[in-house]
């Protein structure tokens, strides 16, 4: 963390990737236990979800990706990318239909590109001698939040886990990775629109 908050340039990302880390970590934790709350799912249903965003992720990430960044820049898809998956996560949080749920794992293309995209960026900012410190600060990151995300979201689950199939409030997992991908999207418009000044304002030689 103490490097990577070091880093010229990374500035509030580093938030931006410890919010989306742990939204995606709660995802990770909750997903089963909440369709089965909520929709009675079993390992039928909850194995192809799974699979489902398995293959959006690897479409997106194999073939997608990089096309994408040849039609808009990378601060521009991290911030696309987390309005996507904010709505995302909203949504999961009140669906009401089976059917939903795999609609919009198939509509939140832009979603799977967030985590690499920030990566990305944040790596980018890193000179040649900390490259490889940087990635594995990022990756230590990224196992903290992994430790955090069973303390939080089994809380959660305990709290919902009684209430009748189909209530919203056992959506409450996902309408806190929703808050957290919001605060990301601000925190990243915030460090992007603050870089930009910054350039406008340095002199050119």
């Not at 990378?74 to 795999?102: D, E, I, K």
């Not at 990775?177 to 050119?204: D, G, W």
Request: glycine letters at 8%; charged letters at 10%.
């Amino acid at each position: 963390m103490r490097d990577l908050t070091q880093l010229k340039g990374a500035g509030r990302l580093i938030a931006v990737l410890a919010c989306t880390g742990l939204a995606q970590f709660l995802f990770n934790t909750c997903w089963v236990l909440y369709t089965t709350f909520k929709f009675g799912w079993g390992p039928f249903e909850n194995g192809w979800s799974l699979a489902a965003v398995g293959v959006v992720s690897a479409v997106v990430q194999g073939l997608l990706l990089e096309r994408i960044l040849k039609l808009v820049s990378p601060r521009q898809l991290a911030v696309l990318g987390l309005v996507s998956s904010t709505l995302a996560y909203a949504l999961w949080g009140a669906a009401t239909q089976t059917w939903m749920m795999f609609a919009i794992i198939f509509v939140n293309v832009l979603g799977a590109t967030v985590a690499s995209t920030i990566q990305s960026i944040i790596s980018g900012a890193a000179d040649a001698k900390t490259q490889g410190k940087t990635l594995g600060a990022i990756s230590a990151l990224n196992s903290l939040m992994a430790v955090l995300a069973p303390v939080i979201g089994t809380p959660l689950l305990a709290m919902v886990s009684e209430l009748p199939k189909g209530d919203w409030r056992i959506g409450a997992p996902f309408y806190f990775c929703a808050v957290l991908q919001a605060a990301a999207l601000m925190l990243a418009i915030s460090h992007f629109r603050q870089e930009r000044h910054a350039r406008r304002a340095t002199p050119k030689t």
